[in-house]
Protein backbone atom coordinates (compact mmCIF):
# COMPACT_ATOMS: atom_id res chain seq x y z
CA UNK A 1 0.00 0.00 0.00
CA UNK A 2 0.78 3.59 -0.39
CA UNK A 3 0.92 6.33 2.47
CA UNK A 4 -2.35 7.87 1.02
CA UNK A 5 -3.85 4.04 1.42
CA UNK A 6 -2.36 3.38 4.81
CA UNK A 7 -3.85 6.65 6.13
CA UNK A 8 -6.90 5.92 4.36
CA UNK A 9 -7.18 2.70 5.79
CA UNK A 10 -5.71 3.60 9.54
CA UNK A 11 -9.20 6.17 9.44
CA UNK A 12 -11.59 3.20 8.74
CA UNK A 13 -9.49 1.55 12.15
CA UNK A 14 -10.07 4.52 13.43
CA UNK A 15 -13.74 4.54 12.66
CA UNK A 16 -14.98 1.33 13.70
CA UNK A 17 -13.42 1.31 16.66
CA UNK A 18 -15.77 4.61 17.49
CA UNK A 19 -13.97 7.26 16.95
CA UNK A 20 -15.71 9.28 14.27
CA UNK A 21 -15.55 12.87 13.56
CA UNK A 22 -18.14 13.78 16.52
CA UNK A 23 -15.64 11.90 18.62
CA UNK A 24 -12.52 13.81 17.46
CA UNK A 25 -14.18 17.00 18.05
CA UNK A 26 -14.88 16.44 22.07
CA UNK A 27 -10.97 16.55 22.22
CA UNK A 28 -9.84 19.95 23.32
CA UNK A 29 -6.60 21.34 24.06
CA UNK A 30 -4.90 20.39 20.86
CA UNK A 31 -5.05 16.47 22.18
CA UNK A 32 -5.13 14.91 18.90
CA UNK A 33 -2.64 17.13 17.17
CA UNK A 34 0.05 16.10 20.28
CA UNK A 35 -0.38 12.68 19.90
CA UNK A 36 -0.19 12.94 15.87
CA UNK A 37 3.30 14.76 16.18
CA UNK A 38 4.30 12.05 18.80
CA UNK A 39 3.83 9.34 16.24
CA UNK A 40 5.46 11.52 13.50
CA UNK A 41 8.61 12.29 14.89
CA UNK A 42 11.38 9.47 14.63
CA UNK A 43 11.98 8.70 18.18
CA UNK A 44 9.97 9.53 21.49
CA UNK A 45 9.77 13.05 22.21
CA UNK A 46 8.00 11.84 25.90
CA UNK A 47 7.68 9.79 28.22
CA UNK A 48 5.24 9.65 30.72
CA UNK A 49 5.62 11.60 33.46
CA UNK A 50 2.98 11.65 37.09
CA UNK A 51 3.41 14.52 38.85
CA UNK A 52 0.84 13.86 41.80
CA UNK A 53 -1.23 16.49 40.33
CA UNK A 54 -3.17 13.59 38.03
CA UNK A 55 -2.12 15.37 34.92
CA UNK A 56 0.87 14.23 32.72
CA UNK A 57 3.44 17.80 32.09
CA UNK A 58 4.35 15.79 28.14
CA UNK A 59 3.83 15.92 24.82
CA UNK A 60 1.66 12.74 24.99
CA UNK A 61 -1.59 14.25 26.01
CA UNK A 62 -3.39 11.51 27.90
CA UNK A 63 -2.37 9.94 31.25
CA UNK A 64 -2.36 6.28 29.41
CA UNK A 65 -1.62 5.09 26.58
CA UNK A 66 -5.42 3.58 25.69
CA UNK A 67 -3.50 0.79 24.06
CA UNK A 68 -1.21 2.59 22.00
CA UNK A 69 2.03 0.54 23.97
CA UNK A 70 3.86 0.81 20.07
CA UNK A 71 3.65 4.30 19.80
CA UNK A 72 7.33 5.57 18.04
CA UNK A 73 8.68 1.54 18.08
CA UNK A 74 7.66 1.32 14.41
CA UNK A 75 9.14 2.28 10.95
CA UNK A 76 8.53 5.63 10.13
CA UNK A 77 6.68 4.35 7.26
CA UNK A 78 4.14 2.54 9.92
CA UNK A 79 3.84 5.52 12.60
CA UNK A 80 2.68 8.35 9.89
CA UNK A 81 -0.54 6.87 9.34
CA UNK A 82 -0.64 6.95 12.78
CA UNK A 83 -0.51 11.01 12.95
Keep these: ?22 HDDAHGDHELASAAACYAV ?8 FCGDGDTHDVWPWNDYAGDVGVNV ?3 RQCLPLS
Excluded: F
Excluded at 42 to 49: F, K, L, Q, V
Design 42 to 49: PAPIYTIE
Design 74 to 76: GSS
Design 1 to 22: MNGVQLIEAERKNHLARGYDAA
